[in-house]
C-alpha cells in the first residue's frame, strides 16, 4: 500500500492476511488453555472453559470477517517498532510476539495472550508519533509477559461461583420489594470488584510497560502523549459537520432543504445525563488522568542514549492516512454502511478526487437503500445522539429523512456524476451491478460481471447476494 | 447501548471485557428494550400525545406500598424510547389515573372522603396540588374514575360530583388553581317537564372547549330519558359559551370527531340522510346509503366550509372511478381522523359494509378548502367479516360504525403528523394472505410524504406472532410490539416507513 497515490485512488489491502495455519495454531493454544489448566472445582473450570472458548471465537470471528492484517507495510512498522522495544530489553528476547492489525475506527490495542498482541487501525491513524505507538506495544507486552488475560479469565470465573456471591444473589432474589433494584445492586457490585481487578493490572502494565519503552530508549513524552490520545479517542476522528450540500446536490436532482430537517432525528426533551453514565468503578481501565500521574511518578529519568526512529517516523508519516482508508474498508466490511459514508464523505475534504471514496459513498447509499426495501433500515441507521458528535448527528439525520428511492437516486448520481467517467474500474463496475439489479442479483447478473471485469474479491460480494435472495414476500 | 457507550466500555479493553459486556451490547439500534428494574413493559407505556403530534412516552408504575405509603415510579421516554427522566413518587393514597397535558402530568389519587389532583412536570416536580373534599366517600370513588380531561399546555378539566344529576366542570391550571367552572343548565317550563344538562368532554385546547351535551327530563313523564344531543362550544380561558353545533342525530349527522384549530372547529362524520338513524340495518332502511360530512366553524360559530356527500349520488361521483373490488356500493364509511396540512384536510378512514359484515379497504380523501369535491384514494386490503361477533348485528345501523370501532374490528391505529404538519401517517394493521398457509401481518401507513403525494407504504412483519400492537411513533415510524404465545415473549421494535 506504500506508494500508493491517494490523491487518485486507493486498493485496500484485502488480501494480505493471518494465514489459516496462524489461526488455528492461536486457538489451539486457547484451547488447551481451557484443557490443561490445574483448576480444581469443575464449576469452576467449565465456565473458564467457555470464556476460552469465546476468546477463540472473537479471533476467528475477526478473520472471517476479514478484518485482520498481516504480511503488509503496516504490519511491517509495527513489528519494528516492536524490535526496537525488544532489543532494548533482554527479558523479552526470548518471547514469541506477534502483532496483528485489525480495522476498525476505535482507537484499541489488546493483549491476547499466547504473545499475540491485536493493534486497530484507528488507534494507528491517531498516533502521530512513533514512541506513542511504542508506549501502547510496551503495555500490551507487559500484560501479555504478566499473563493478565489468563489471571482476568480465572479470577471472574472464580468470583462468579464465590459462595458469597451466591448467596448475596439467592438473598436479594428472594425480596419482595425492590428485588429488581436489589439484583442490581449485586450485580453492579460484582462488576465493581471485577473491574478494580482489571484497573489493577492495567496499573501494572503501566508501570511495567513504561520500564519496557525506557529501556528501549524512548523518551517520557511518547508515553504520556500516547495516554493523553487515548483519553481523548472516545469519540470519532472526524466530529465537524459536512457540507452534505456538496456532496449531494445535481443539476438533475438538487438538493432538498429536508434532508437536513432535524425534527426526525431530534429529542424532545432535555435528557436526565445521569442516566446513561458508567461510573469510574465500572470501567475496565483506569481514568488515562490517573494514569498519567502515575506514570510521572514511576518514571525513571530518560536515559541518555535516546533511541533515533527516523525512518519508522518516515514510514508512519506516509501510512497515517492509509490507517483511516483501512479503518473506512473495516466499516464497510463490518456493513457499518452509515460510519463508512460518514468516514468517506469526510476523507472526501482531504482526497476530493480519489475513486476508492466515491465509490463507498455511492455503496454505502446502495445498501441503505436496499436495508430500507427489506424494513431492515432501522438495523444500521440508529437516531441521533447527545453523546455523538455533531458531524456524525447531522448524517444520521440526513439518513432518516431519506427513503429508499431518494437513496438510490442519490447513489444513481453519485456514479454517474462523480464516477461515470471512470472506466473499466472494478469496484465502480460492481456498484453499477448492484444498483442496476437492486435485491435480484443472479447467477446470470455475477457471470456477467466476473467476465467484465476479472475481480475475484467484488465477483465474491456479488455471488454473496446472489445466494441469500429475498424470500418473494419482502421484495 | 448506543456505539459511543460500547466504545467506553470496551476501549483499550482486554477481552475479558469483551466477554462480560457482550450482553449489554448485543442490543440492536432496531429493538427496544427498558432497564428490567424499571418496571416498564410494553403494557404499561403511554404515548404522550396532543391531537397528532407524539411528545413521548411515559410509564407509571406501582412499586407496592411500605411505610404506610404508595409507592410509583414515573419513567418520561423521548420519541426514541431513550430515558429522560426517572422519578419516584409516593403518597399515602391510591394513584387512579394520570394524565398529561403536553407540558405536565396530573395524578389523580382517592381518599375515602378526598381526591387529590396532584401536578408534576416533566421533570417530576411537584407543580400544584388541588383537594376535593367531598360527605359520601362513593362521590370521591367516582369523581376520581371520570375522564380527567386534558388542556394542552394549561391545565386540566375535572368532572366535579354532585348528588342527584348534578354534575360540573371545571378547569384548573398548573398550580391547582380553578380557571372557570361551568355549572348546567336547568331548564323549567319545558313541554317534558323540568329537564336538566349533562355535560360530557369532548375536546379541548387553549381556546376551545367542545362539549356534548345532552338534555334529559328529570320530572314528568319523560323522566329520566333524554331529549335532545348537541356540542356547545366553550371559550376555554374563560368558560363562557360561544356557540352551538348541531352535529346531532335529529340531522342524520353522526359525530365521528372534532379537530380544534386555531380560530376554527372541523367535525366530521357519517351523514344518513332523512335522520333515519333508528333502524337496524341497511336493509331496514331500504337500502339507503349513508354518506359522509365535514364542516368547519370560524370562532364566532359561523360555518366556513361545508361537505355533504348523500351516500348514493355523491358516493358514485366521489368513487366512481375506483375498481369494483376496492369499492363495495353498499359500503359505509368510518372517518378514524381528520388531518390538516397546509390548506388542505385529509379524512382518513375504512370502509365497512352491514350487507357483507365486512371491514373494508382504507380510504383517503383530500380536501382543498375552498373546493367541494374531495379527491378519494382507496387503498386495498384484506377484507375480515365482522358478522360472527355475538350481538353486533343487534346494534343500530347508525351506530354499527362506532361499535366496530369501539370493538376493534378496524384496522386503524393512530396517526402521527410533524411539527409543520408537512407530512403525517395514518397506521393501520393488516393481514398479507397471500400465500395460504403463510399469512404475515402488515403494518400500513396512509400518508401524505414531502412531496405532498399521499402514499401507502406497507412494511411486512417477518415475524408470526399471536398478537400485534402498535405503538404511536414519529410521523413514518411505528414501534410494533409482538406477543408470541409459545415462546411466553414479548419483543417492541422501531420500524421506519419506506416514503
Known amino acids: ?475 | 447501548m448506543d456505539r459511543f457507550k460500547q466504545v467506553i466500555v470496551v476501549k483499550k479493553g482486554i477481552l475479558l471485557m469483551v466477554c462480560v459486556f457482550q450482553l449489554a451490547v448485543s442490543i440492536v439500534a432496531q429493538n427496544i428494550s427498558f432497564p428490567q428494574d424499571k418496571g416498564i413493559t410494553i403494557t404499561n407505556i403511554t404515548p404522550m400525545m396532543i391531537e397528532n403530534d407524539l411528545l413521548g412516552y411515559f410509564a407509571c408504575t406501582s412499586l407496592g406500598y411500605a411505610k404506610s405509603e404508595y409507592v410509583y415510579n414515573l419513567v418520561v421516554m423521548d420519541i426514541n424510547f431513550k430515558i429522560t427522566k426517572d422519578k419516584l413518587i409516593s403518597s399515602t393514597m391510591p394513584m387512579k389515573q394520570i394524565v398529561f397535558n403536553g407540558s405536565h402530568f396530573c395524578m389523580v389519587f382517592q381518599a375515602t372522603k378526598y381526591v387529590i389532583y396532584a401536578i408534576y412536570d416533566t421533570e417530576g416536580v411537584l407543580a400544584g396540588e388541588k383537594r376535593i373534599d367531598y360527605k359520601d366517600p362513593y362521590q370521591s370513588a367516582s369523581e376520581a374514575l371520570q375522564t380527567l380531561a386534558p388542556v394542552p399546555y394549561k391545565g386540566f378539566i375535572r368532572l366535579g360530583m354532585q348528588y342527584g344529576w348534578d354534575s360540573y366542570l371545571e378547569m384548573f391550571d398548573h398550580t391547582g388553581d380553578v380557571v372557570w367552572k361551568i355549572d348546567p343548565e336547568f331548564y323549567t317550563g319545558t313541554t317534558a317537564g323540568k329537564v336538566r344538562e349533562v355535560l360530557n368532554v369532548i375536546k379541548a385546547n387553549e381556546q376551545f372547549l367542545v362539549v356534548g351535551v345532552t338534555l334529559a327530563a328529570v320530572t314528568g313523564s319523560d323522566a329520566k330519558t333524554r331529549t335532545r344531543d348537541f356540542q356547545r362550544v366553550y371559550d376555554a380561558q374563560s368558560g363562557a359559551t360561544l356557540f352551538e353545533i348541531n352535529a346531532t342525530a335529529g340531522n342524520g349527522l353522526r359525530l365521528h370527531g372534532v379537530v380544534l384549530e386555531p380560530d376554527a372547529i372541523s367535525v366530521y362524520g357519517a351523514y344518513f340522510p332523512g335522520g333515519k338513524v333508528g333502524v337496524l340495518s341497511n336493509e331496514q332502511w331500504g337500502g339507503e346509503k349513508a354518506g359522509i360530512y365535514l364542516q368547519t366553524y370560524d370562532a364566532s360559530g359561523k360555518m366556513k366550509f361545508e361537505y355533504i356527500n348523500d351516500g348514493g349520488r355523491d358516493m358514485q361521483t366521489l368513487l366512481g372511478k375506483i375498481k369494483e373490488a376496492e369499492y363495495n356500493e353498499d359500503a359505509c364509511m368510518w372517518i378514524h381522523n381528520l388531518v390538516k396540512s397546509g390548506e388542505r384536510y385529509y379524512m382518513i378512514g375504512e370502509m365497512y359494509s352491514d350487507k357483507s359484515k365486512t371491514v373494508r379497504n382504507m380510504i383517503a380523501l383530500e380536501f382543498e378548502t375552498a373546493q367541494a369535491k374531495p379527491i378519494a384514494y382507496v387503498f386495498q386490503k384484506d377484507i375480515p367479516e365482522f358478522g360472527s361477533r355475538a350481538g353486533l348485528v343487534a346494534f343500530q345501523y347508525y351506530n354499527l360504525g362506532y361499535n366496530l370501532m369501539k370493538l376493534g374490528h378496524f384496522g386503524y391505529k393512530f396517526t402521527s403528523q410533524n411539527k409543520d404538519h408537512s407530512m403525517f401517517a395514518g397506521i393501520y394493521t393488516n393481514l398479507d394472505n397471500t400465500v395460504k398457509g403463510d399469512e404475515k401481518t402488515i403494518v400500513g401507513a396512509i400518508a401524505l410524504d414531502r412531496d405532498g403525494q399521499v402514499v401507502n407504504p406497507k412494511i411486512i412483519l417477518a415475524t408470526k406472532p399471536d398478537d400485534v400492537f402498535v405503538y404511536p411513533g414519529k410521523p413514518g415510524y411505528v414501534a410494533v410490539a409482538e406477543y408470541f404465545k409459545k415462546e411466553k415473549k414479548v419483543t417492541l421494535t422501531l420500524h421506519k416507513f419506506d416514503f
Open chain 1, 1 to 475: 500500500m506504500l506508494g500508493q497515490d491517494l490523491t487518485f485512488d486507493y486498493q485496500p489491502v484485502r488480501l494480505l492476511k493471518p494465514s489459516d495455519q496462524m489461526i488455528e495454531e492461536y486457538m489451539r493454544r486457547y484451547s488447551e488453555w481451557g484443557n490443561s489448566t490445574a483448576i480444581e472445582d469443575s464449576k469452576v473450570r467449565t465456565t473458564f472453559k467457555k470464556f476460552i472458548t469465546q476468546k477463540s471465537e472473537f479471533l476467528s470471528a475477526l478473520d472471517s470477517m476479514d478484518m485482520l492484517i498481516y504480511g503488509d507495510s503496516m504490519t511491517d512498522l509495527v513489528e519494528r517498532i516492536k524490535d526496537i522495544i525488544i532489543a532494548g530489553n533482554q527479558n523479552l528476547k526470548d518471547v514469541e510476539i506477534k502483532i496483528f492489525i485489525y480495522r476498525s475506527n476505535e482507537a484499541n490495542a489488546f493483549s491476547l495472550g499466547e504473545g499475540l498482541i491485536l493493534v486497530s487501525t484507528g488507534l494507528l491513524a491517531r498516533m502521530p508519533d512513533v514512541s506513542q505507538v511504542a508506549f501502547v506495544l510496551s503495555h500490551e507486552l507487559a500484560h501479555d509477559a504478566m499473563n493478565h488475560v489468563f489471571l482476568n479469565l480465572l479470577h471472574i470465573s472464580e468470583s462468579l461461583h464465590e459462595g458469597e456471591m451466591k448467596r448475596t444473589f439467592q438473598k436479594a432474589s428472594r425480596k419482595k420489594e425492590g428485588r429488581n433494584t436489589e439484583i442490581n445492586n449485586v450485580l453492579n457490585n460484582f462488576m465493581a470488584v471485577q473491574m478494580a481487578y482489571s484497573q489493577r493490572n492495567e496499573f501494572e502494565a503501566d508501570s511495567q510497560g513504561l520500564v519496557y519503552f525506557q529501556h528501549a530508549g524512548f523518551t517520557l513524552d511518547g508515553a504520556i502523549g500516547a495516554l493523553g490520545v487515548l483519553d481523548s479517542a472516545d469519540y470519532l476522528m472526524f466530529e465537524d459537520t459536512l457540507d452534505l450540500r456538496h456532496y449531494f446536490s445535481f443539476d438533475g436532482y438538487p438538493f432538498k432543504s429536508y434532508w437536513l430537517d432535524t425534527e426526525n432525528a431530534a429529542l424532545q426533551w432535555a435528557r436526565d445525563t445521569t442516566l446513561y453514565m458508567i461510573p469510574d468503578s465500572l470501567k475496565s481501565h483506569p481514568d488515562c488522568d490517573v494514569r498519567i500521574q502515575r506514570i510521572g511518578e514511576l518514571a525513571a529519568t530518560d536515559s541518555e542514549q535516546i533511541i533515533v526512529v527516523a525512518d519508522e517516523a518516515m514510514v508512519m508519516e506516509k501510512l497515517k492516512d492509509v490507517f483511516q482508508f483501512e479503518s473506512l474498508e473495516g466499516q464497510l466490511m463490518a456493513r457499518d454502511y452509515v460510519m463508512a459514508l460518514y468516514m468517506s464523505l469526510q476523507l472526501q475534504t482531504l482526497y476530493p478526487q480519489n475513486i476508492y471514496l466515491k465509490s463507498v459513498t455511492a455503496h454505502a447509499l446502495i445498501e441503505l437503500a436496499a436495508a430500507f426495501s427489506r424494513n431492515e433500515f432501522l438495523e444500521y441507521v440508529e437516531f441521533a445522539d447527545m453523546n455523538y458528535p455533531a458531524g456524525y448527528n447531522q448524517m444520521l439525520t440526513f439518513l432518516h429523512n431519506m427513503n429508499s428511492s431518494t437513496l438510490y437516486k442519490l447513489a444513481t448520481y453519485c456514479l454517474q456524476d462523480k464516477l461515470g467517467s471512470v472506466p473499466g474500474h472494478p469496484y465502480i463496475g460492481f456498484l453499477n451491478t448492484l444498483n442496476k439489479h437492486k435485491d435480484d442479483i443472479t447467477p446470470e447478473v455475477v457471470n456477467l460481471y466476473a467476465q467484465q471485469y476479472k475481480d475475484d474479491y467484488f465477483t465474491g460480494l456479488l455471488r454473496d447476494k446472489a445466494k441469500s435472495p429475498l424470500p418473494a414476500s419482502r421484495k
